[in-house]
């Protein structure tokens, strides 16, 4: 058998390495995390180019294929490894909850009652089943939600907005994203 030896090149202060690694942690698969100093440009010069040609984190080493875009990676890692036994993060509406991956990255009133409507009806975003459409949502909530503005102006009069928030910001996988967050600055926890 062979062991594969995957890597996340991101930073931890990067909204879309955050996500490839909550879905790394869903589907239980093992990785080692390469910190890219975005401050001094790391991402801009070789090696990196070499494997985004774009300079931006994250990229995905999966052992024989190294794949950039955070969406790409995560679509990608959810059709490979969800079939193996591991969670199923795509869902059956494919349809569907690509469409709610292109809504979330627009937070204004309007589309946060379109939320609560749809999570009126249903438990997740794409289904009653959590998938990737709620996964992408992660980094932002956290955000959103640790300010005590936004939290209580945008959030606390949909209670179906948040009851996802609170159901899907306490899966362990993105509380193990949030550790790996901590370990490394330890004086912001
Ligand atoms: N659409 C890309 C966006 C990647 C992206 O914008 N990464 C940011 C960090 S979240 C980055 O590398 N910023 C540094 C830069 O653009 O110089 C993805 O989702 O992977």
């Given at each position: 058998?062979?062991?594969?030896?995957?890597?996340?090149?991101?930073?931890?202060?990067?909204?879309?390495?955050?996500?490839?690694?909550?879905?790394?942690?869903?589907?239980?698969?093992d990785?080692?995390?390469?910190?890219?100093?975005?401050?001094?440009?790391?991402?801009?010069?070789?090696?990196?180019?070499?494997?985004?040609?774009?300079?931006?984190?994250?990229?995905?080493?999966?052992?024989?294929?190294?794949?950039?875009?955070?969406?790409?990676?995560?679509?990608?890692?959810?059709?490979?490894?969800?079939k193996?036994?591991?969670?199923r993060?795509?869902?059956?509406?494919?349809?569907?909850?690509?469409?709610?991956?292109?809504?979330?990255?627009?937070?204004?009133?309007?589309?946060l009652?379109?939320?609560?409507?749809?999570?009126?009806?249903?438990?997740?975003?794409?289904?009653?089943?959590?998938?990737?459409?709620?996964?992408?949502?992660?980094?932002?909530?956290?955000?959103?939600?640790?300010?005590?503005?936004?939290?209580?102006?945008?959030?606390?009069?949909?209670?179906?907005?948040?009851?996802?928030?609170?159901?899907?910001?306490?899966?362990?996988?993105?509380?193990?994203?949030?550790?790996?967050?901590?370990?490394?600055?330890?004086?912001?926890?």
């Open positions: 058998m062979t062991i594969k030896n995957r890597k996340v090149y991101g930073s931890l202060s990067s909204p879309a390495s955050l996500k490839v690694l909550a879905c790394l942690f869903e589907h239980d698969i990785f080692e995390f390469v910190h890219v100093d975005l401050e001094s440009g790391e991402h801009k010069q070789q090696p990196f180019l070499a494997m985004n040609p774009f300079g931006r984190v994250p990229v995905f080493d999966d052992g024989d294929i190294t794949r950039f875009e955070s969406r790409a990676i995560i679509r990608s890692v959810a059709h490979e490894y969800g193996k036994g591991g969670a993060l795509l869902g059956r509406q494919e349809t569907s909850y690509m469409w709610w991956l292109k809504l979330k990255q627009n937070w204004e009133k309007y589309v009652d379109v939320y609560e409507n749809r999570l009126s009806k249903f438990k997740y975003l794409a289904s009653d089943d959590y998938t990737i459409a709620d996964l992408v949502h992660l980094p932002n909530l956290e955000a959103l939600l640790g300010n005590s503005y936004t939290k209580h102006h945008l959030f606390e009069s949909r209670p179906h907005l948040s009851a996802w928030c609170f159901d899907i910001l306490a899966r362990p996988a993105w509380t193990k994203v949030l550790e790996m967050q901590k370990i490394a600055q330890p004086s912001s926890a």
